[in-house]
């Protein structure tokens, strides 16, 4: 089975500063990984380059057995960003249009039969916000925020699904109930999921793996190891 992932001898600069220096990472299927390194290690950079936003210097990036596409037009690929547009807060919609949007914004993937009615509530259902449906987005709590961003990117039944420091904004509680929600998701869906994070130590020890991103490079190791990093 092909990996959901695959970076390999990834180089990448940005207005000649050495972001990556020859990274190498694979996201087996049904996997959930964590990806954890300090502010400006450049997670940010892997998740674009995943999405397609940007391409690697030398190096290559697959997706699912592909080359990665800058929009993921047919729903394979679902994504929460580190920081939400500040328009969604002030937009005049509901949770579920905004959840519903997604499915207007782009074709799903080529060949898929689900039920457009029904994705809606169920991704808010897994997302845990069913309740919230008819609530206006711009008055949620953050950690309900969040929630309506994961249903967003849940709704076509992704099987890659990015978070982009998606705990960054929100209290502790919040955070473990979040990341919880996500290991839960991944066990029931057997989407893989790469969550990327700064904080390691508010991180439940709920991926498969941890991988960490340093001086340009991924090294590894497994949830709940002790002992050194070591070059993957």
Same mark, same amino acid.
């Given at each position: 089975m092909e990996a959901a992932v695959q970076l390999d001898g990834v180089f990448f600069s940005y207005r000649g500063t050495p972001i990556l220096k020859?990274?190498?990472?694979? =996201? @087996? *299927?049904? !996997?959930?990984?964590?990806?954890? %390194? *300090?502010?400006?290690?450049?997670?940010?950079?892997?998740? /674009?380059?995943?999405? %397609?936003?940007?391409?690697? #210097? /030398?190096g290559t990036v !697959?997706?699912?057995? +592909?080359a990665p596409s800058a929009a993921s037009p047919d729903g394979v690929v679902g994504y929460v960003p580190q920081q939400a547009p500040d328009d969604y807060r002030h937009f005049p919609a509901s949770v579920e249009e905004v959840v519903g949007a997604m =499915?207007?914004? @782009?074709?799903?993937?080529?060949?898929? /039969? %689900? #039920?457009?009615? %029904?994705?809606?509530? +169920? @991704?808010l259902r897994a997302a845990g916000i069913e309740d919230l449906a008819r609530r206006p987005i711009g008055e949620l709590s953050g950690g309900q925020?969040?929630? @309506?961003?994961?249903?967003r990117a849940l709704v076509s039944s992704p099987k890659l699904l990015l978070l982009d420091e998606p705990t960054s904004n929100l209290d502790d509680e919040s955070a473990d109930a979040l990341v919880r929600l996500v290991s839960k998701l991944t066990r029931e869906s057997g989407a893989s999921v790469l969550l990327v994070t700064h904080d390691r130590a508010r991180m439940p020890d709920l991926p498969d +793996?941890?991988?960490?991103?340093? #001086?340009?490079?991924? !090294?590894e190791r497994l949830s709940g190891q002790a002992g050194e990093w070591h070059d993957v």
């Open positions: 020859g990274a190498s990472f694979t =996201l @087996a *299927p049904g !996997e959930l990984c964590a990806l954890v %390194g *300090p502010n400006g290690a450049g997670k940010s950079t892997v998740i /674009r380059l995943i999405l %397609g936003e940007l391409a690697p #210097d /030398r !697959e997706v699912l057995g +592909r =499915l207007s914004a @782009a074709p799903v993937m080529k060949g898929w /039969r %689900g #039920d457009r009615k %029904g994705a809606v509530p +169920r @991704a925020f969040q929630r @309506a961003l994961l249903a +793996r941890v991988v960490c991103l340093h #001086d340009g490079l991924v !090294e």
